[in-house]
C-alpha cells in the first residue's frame, strides 16, 4: 500500500496570507490527524477528522481549520500567517476501527515558511 | 495536563553497541504505547508498539519494555548502526481516546 502522501511538501508564504495543505491518508483509514512540528514546541496536535467530521480538537486558534472529503482525503487551513506559523505541517493517518486506537502512520510533512 | 516526557535529549553511541532510549509517562489509564523514529527531513515512522497488557516485545534489532509499576516505557536497539540516527519518540494513548500524546523526543547519535 502506497504511504500518507503530502503535498505541497514546500511553502514559502508572506504574513497575512493563507494557505491549504492537504493529505491523502492510506488507503482504507479513515482517520486523519494533523499536528505541527516546531523545534521548541515539538509535536502539537491540531485536529483529527473521522468520517467527514471533526472527531478531535487540540488547542490552536481559529484560523487553523480543516475538513475531511469522503475519500478520506484531509486538507488543512491556515488564514492570516503569522510568523509563529512557519512549522513543518504533519498528517496522519489510522485505520480506527472498533478496537481502539490505531497506530497513526505519519506523512512526509509539509514545511510551511512564512516570511 | 498529564504528558509523556523523555529522560534524556541527546544520546550518542558507537556503532555497534546497544541504545536504550527512555520515556517516562504520569497517565495510569494509558494503555498503548509507540516508539516513533524521524530521521531529518522526514516524517515521524513507526518503529513498534505495545498494549498495556504486554511487558516485552520485541521486533528487528528493536525491543520495547514497558514497566507499568513505575510508569516507564524504554526502546533498545540492539547493534546500533549509523542509519539509527534520528530523533526517537514516545507516544501514548489512554482511555479509549485516539490521540496519542508525544514526548519531545530524544535525538540518537550514532558515531561510526
Known amino acids: ?115 | 495536563g498529564e504528558s509523556v516526557g523523555l529522560h534524556l535529549p541527546t544520546l550518542s553511541v558507537q556503532e555497534g553497541d546497544n541504545s536504550i532510549i527512555n520515556c517516562a509517562y504520569s497517565n495510569s489509564a494509558s494503555d498503548y504505547f509507540i516508539w516513533y523514529k524521524q530521521e531529518s527531513g522526514k516524517g515521524p515512522q513507526f518503529i513498534i508498539d505495545i498494549r498495556s497488557n504486554m511487558d516485552k516485545r520485541q521486533g528487528q534489532r528493536v525491543t520495547v519494555l514497558l514497566n507499568k509499576t513505575v510508569k516507564h516505557l524504554s526502546l533498545q536497539i540492539a547493534a546500533t548502526q549509523p542509519g539509527d540516527s534520528a530523533v526517537y519518540f514516545c507516544a501514548e494513548n489512554s482511555g479509549g481516546s485516539y490521540i496519542p500524546t508525544f514526548g519531545r523526543g530524544t535525538s540518537l547519535i550514532v558515531h561510526p
Not at chain 1, 514546500?10 to 486523519?32: A, D
Not at chain 1, 496536535?45 to 487540540?58: A, D, H, M, V
Not at chain 1, 484531509?74 to 488564514?79: D, I, R
Open chain 1, 1 to 115: 500500500k502506497a504511504g500518507v502522501t503530502q503535498t505541497p511538501r514546500y511553502l514559502i508564504k508572506t504574513r497575512g496570507q493563507q494557505v491549504t495543505l492537504s493529505c491523502s491518508p492510506i488507503s482504507g483509514h479513515r482517520s486523519v490527524s494533523w499536528y505541527q512540528q516546531t523545534p521548541g514546541q515539538g509535536l502539537q496536535f491540531l485536529f483529527e477528522y473521522f468520517s467527514e467530521t471533526q472527531r478531535n480538537k487540540g488547542n490552536f486558534p481559529g484560523r487553523f481549520s480543516g475538513r475531511q472529503f469522503s475519500n478520506s482525503r484531509s486538507e488543512m487551513n491556515v488564514s492570516t500567517l503569522e510568523l509563529g506559523d512557519s512549522a513543518l505541517y504533519l498528517c496522519a493517518s489510522s485505520y480506527q476501527g472498533t478496537g481502539g486506537p490505531d497506530t497513526q502512520y505519519f506523512g512526509p510533512g509539509t514545511r510551511l515558511t512564512v516570511l
